[in-house]
């Protein structure tokens, strides 16, 4: 081999290093993107058939099913709730446990592992969280509605991929990102104050457990258990213990989503080493005709392959379909029902808490991650992503106003009383409603929207050409 050909190849390895990092960067982001799109799709279904069970002859059936009481009962702890609230406190527990794998894989690998890359969105989603919560509170200040600060802080991220998947390739791949990873930080804001503020009055015995429950967890994983069962079984204990603790159920599907390992078992090299053997043992048994033998070593290379991927990755891939197709949509199903009338649309217009939320959201989103994020920038905090200008960032901050899952999720644990339910409901469905359309508007039609025009989605390649 000549000198000039080793260099091409050590150049061309290189280059090919920082591609390889990027693709495993991009392809989660792609999935994830794609699928939060489809969801919202279907989210958006189960809102419209809720509204209209709600407003039909029928209207008894669906209240009656999500009213419906359920018991579980074990020697340890029993569990007497309607459906309803084994919605909200079981399978959204679910949905948060898929939000702390996507905070935890976003913090490692993501937007959010560098300092330098995480602060225009953390920044973006502090002020994103803070001034809806302020313009609420100025709304509601010593009113019976003033509980209800948390409902217009965080964003819909199924509501808002699907509204920019709607623009087409018009919506730069960076903007995706950008707003994916502040959503994600919207969330984490959304799971602190559901924690802290939206918790009833503690019982220390389950709480006990609960920690018990975590810490028998990290013990098995730092020593390296990967049973699914067990894992399985301790997650669904915990959860209960955090049930009748008193703080909110899915906290603990935050939790545990953060003892999920990221790193696989069996690094990439040895897998390689590993996996060609297997392949050649196939290759024999085969041509002798061995079909047991056959099965036996597919089943090796089947454990070898979950040996290989991170608990992480694969909890997230797994879960993530079902969550956006499944657990969100009935959650959407049991929480958009709403008796629509003359009267409660004219109370809700005079309504502060309907007021506070609609302002929150259509006015306090985007002024909120817009002054943050030119803050951020003039400071020198932050720095914009290069095929990103602020009117990106005006886009983002309206389609961020669309609050709806997290929002009447936080709506269920702020307002016992029906009537301030049903006005932020309603406040919660036209404010989704408007900003998400201002955003398309604008992103569309916008005067100096960026490169629109010859702005690709990057591809690996072109990622790896930036890495």
Do not use: C
């Given at each position: 081999?000549?000198?000039?050909?080793?260099?091409?190849?050590?150049?061309?390895?290189?280059?090919?290093?920082?591609?390889?990092?990027?693709?495993?960067?991009?392809?989660?982001?792609?999935?994830?993107?794609?699928?939060?799109?489809?969801?919202?799709?279907?989210?958006?279904?189960?809102?419209?058939?809720?509204?209209?069970?709600?407003?039909?002859?029928?209207?008894?059936?669906?209240?009656?099913?999500?009213?419906?009481?359920?018991?579980?009962?074990?020697?340890?702890?029993?569990?007497?709730?309607?459906?309803?609230?084994?919605?909200?406190?079981?399978?959204?527990?679910?949905?948060?446990?898929?939000?702390?794998?996507?905070?935890?894989?976003?913090?490692?690998?993501?937007?959010?592992?560098?300092?330098?890359?995480?602060?225009?969105?953390?920044?973006?989603?502090?002020?994103?969280?803070?001034?809806?919560?302020?313009?609420?509170?100025?709304?509601?200040?010593?009113?019976?509605g003033s509980h209800g600060w948390g409902i217009p802080m965080a964003t819909d991220i199924a509501f808002a991929l699907g509204a920019l998947a709607i623009l087409g390739r018009r919506a730069p791949f960076g903007l995706k990102v950008f707003l994916l990873a502040l959503a994600i930080v919207d969330d984490l804001g959304a799971i602190a104050v559901i924690a802290l503020f939206y918790t009833e009055g503690l019982s220390l015995g389950a709480l006990g457990w609960a920690l018990l429950g975590f810490a028998a967890t990290a013990v098995l994983v730092r020593g390296g258990v990967r049973s699914t069962p067990l894992f399985l079984a301790l997650g669904v204990l915990t959860w209960l213990a955090v049930l009748k603790s008193g703080v909110h159920a899915t906290v603990a599907g935050v939790a545990l989503a953060t003892l999920v390992p990221s790193r696989p078992q069996l690094p990439a090299g040895h897998f390689r080493t590993a996996v060609d053997g297997l392949l050649h043992r196939l290759a024999e048994a085969r041509a002798a005709g061995d079909s047991e033998q056959a099965v036996a070593v597919l089943g090796e290379i089947e454990a070898l392959s979950d040996r290989a991927e991170a608990p992480l990755d694969r909890l997230e891939r797994a879960l993530h379909p079902w969550v956006s197709f499944i657990v969100v949509p009935i959650f959407a199903l049991a929480n958009a029902g709403l008796t629509l009338s003359t009267d409660m649309v004219h109370d809700s217009l005079r309504s502060s808490v309907a007021g506070g939320v609609a302002v929150g959201l259509v006015l306090g989103k985007p002024v909120g991650i817009l002054l943050f994020s030119w803050l951020a920038v003039r400071l020198g905090v932050a720095v914009l992503p290069p095929s990103l200008g602020f009117v990106h960032v005006v886009g983002a901050g309206l389609l961020g106003g669309i609050g709806f899952t997290v929002s009447l999720f936080v709506t269920q644990l702020a307002f016992t009383d029906a009537e301030l339910v049903a006005e932020a409901k309603l406040a919660i469905f036209c404010a989704s409603l408007v900003a998400g359309l201002a955003g398309l508007v604008w992103l569309r039609f916008a005067p100096g929207e960026p490169e629109a025009a010859e702005a690709q989605q990057p591809t690996a390649g072109h990622l790896g050409e930036h890495a």
């Open positions: 081999m000549t000198y000039a050909h080793r260099t091409f190849q050590a150049r061309r390895s290189l280059v090919s290093a920082p591609r390889a990092a990027a693709r495993q960067i991009l392809r989660p982001i792609q999935a994830f993107v794609a699928t939060e799109a489809a969801g919202g799709a279907l989210l958006l279904a189960a809102a419209v058939v809720a509204l209209a069970w709600a407003n039909s002859p029928w209207d008894g059936s669906y209240w009656d099913l999500w009213g419906a009481r359920v018991r579980l009962s074990t020697d340890l702890l029993t569990v007497d709730e309607d459906l309803l609230h084994l919605v909200n406190d079981g399978l959204m527990a679910v949905f948060f446990f898929v939000v702390g794998l996507e905070i935890k894989r976003e913090v490692l690998h993501g937007e959010l592992a560098s300092p330098r890359r995480a602060a225009l969105p953390v920044v973006a989603a502090m002020g994103g969280m803070a001034v809806p919560a302020l313009l609420y509170a100025g709304f509601n200040a010593g009113g019976e």
